[in-house]
């Protein structure tokens, strides 16, 4: 049964699943479907095309799927499509696409979005992700599952984040950073390495981890001709290609970006 608070306005065109709950001060637009057991805990603005999946738990003074902070877009039929069980918690701020890219903001699901981050227009976060307090995505970002940014961090427009990266507190991230890589240092910082605790704490056998480690310095060793060409050597390889970690850092390397691959100094 679903549970609204008659402090609540709920939009009468609004499609609320079961178990949905609704606290006070809430607003619901009329274009706005949410799923089986999804709480709102109050004062939350949900508005736009915005679909929220199932067992969401929604703080307060959260706002989805409102216009995009975008001089050139004003798309009222723009769409932000959210997964399930996800953590949206105080503050956090999640606009719809806009005109200039596919009208679509995406979320992915069991993503935890701490006080204060916001993810902007036309972003796609995967699932399992974590945004601490006040991290902010521009527009366009990409952000693979199991990637952390933490606290104050930054990330530019267009930027992508490799799946199982972690950026720390405070960093502005500006190129892509690839996949199982780590940054640690304020703006513009290089690329630290690799994320070794979050490969051990994700499962991956110390074999790959070990084959991966090898790979990144190859990978990055400068004496070893153009990055292109290190990248096409790594690739042609077969038994380094077996390995599930290298092909992954290796595909990201190779699909087309608006955005060069963060290197290490």
Known sequence: MVKIHPLAIVDEKAELAEDVEIGPYCTVGPNVKIGAGTKLMSHVVIDGYTTLGQRNTVYPFTTL??????????APDAVLEIGDDNLFREHVTAHVGSEVDNKMTKIGSRNWFLVGSHIAHDCVVGNDVIM?????LAGHVHVQDRAIIGGLS?????????????IGGMCGVKRDVIPFGIIMGGYDSPLNGLNLIGLQRAGFEKADIFDLQKAYKELFDKEGGSFAERIERIA???????????ATVIRF?????????????
Not at 132 to 136: G, R
Not at 253 to 265: A, D, F, G, R, T
């Open 253 to 265: 390397v190779q699909n087309p970006s608006k955005n060069n691959i963060l290197q290490p100094e």
């Open 132 to 136: 601490s307090n006040n991290a902010t």
């Open 236 to 246: 042609n390889n077969a038994e380094q290609m077996k390995n599930p970690l290298i």
């Open 154 to 166: 930054a990330v530019q427009q267009f930027t992508r984040i490799g799946t199982g990266a972690m």
């Open 65 to 74: 799927g409102l216009l995009a902070q975008h001089k050139r877009s004003n």
